[in-house]
């Protein structure tokens, strides 16, 4: 049992956080026309490279995420594309009652949440991989104006 604790469930939480972005890839590269659609929905330029960007990101966070090869990386990575999509391509906000069924906006209102669902999930990944540790020590190195303290060692 304790193989499933600490090894198993661990994986399979990875798993089932990054699931959805590999077939998400495979939506974007078999539906090309209504990807592009979709990515110029939004008033940022560029859709088609965004896309290609997107599809980049989808297929190689995953397995880095799940095979640990600096998953805190891949995770904040990731995070940051969740959030984007969200607020670009799922801003609910901008339709009319877009809390009734019978809006357009109704279905982007879950998209959106889902997305900081994933995100939740990646700041774990990030925590476990001690990726926002190590980053919040380069945050206090770089506040306190002083050099780290391996390179002040190797002045003298």
């Known amino acids: 049992m304790e193989w499933l604790v600490n090894d198993a469930l ?14 998400s890839f495979l939506d974007k590269v078999i539906n090309w026309k209504h990807a592009v659609a979709q990515a110029e929905s939004s008033w940022v330029p560029g859709a088609k490279v965004l896309l290609v960007l997107a ?18 990386i ?4 990731l995070a940051g594309y969740c959030v984007l999509t969200a607020v670009l391509y799922h801003n609910f906000w901008s339709y009319p009652r877009f ?16 997305n900081f669902a994933i995100v939740g999930g990646l700041i774990f990944v990030m925590y476990q991989a001690g990726f926002i540790q190590a980053t919040a020590t380069d945050i206090e190195d770089a506040a306190s104006l002083t050099p780290p303290a391996s390179v002040s060692q190797l002045g003298g």
């Open 10 to 23: 661990p994986v399979l939480a990875r798993i089932f956080i990054v699931w959805i972005f590999p077939f």
């Open 74 to 77: 891949a995770a904040f990575v």
């Open 99 to 114: 809390w009734s069924p019978d809006s357009e906006g109704y279905p982007h209102i879950w998209d959106f949440f889902k």
């Open 55 to 72: 599809a980049i990101c989808e297929l190689v966070t995953p397995p880095m995420i799940v095979f640990h090869f600096y998953d805190g």
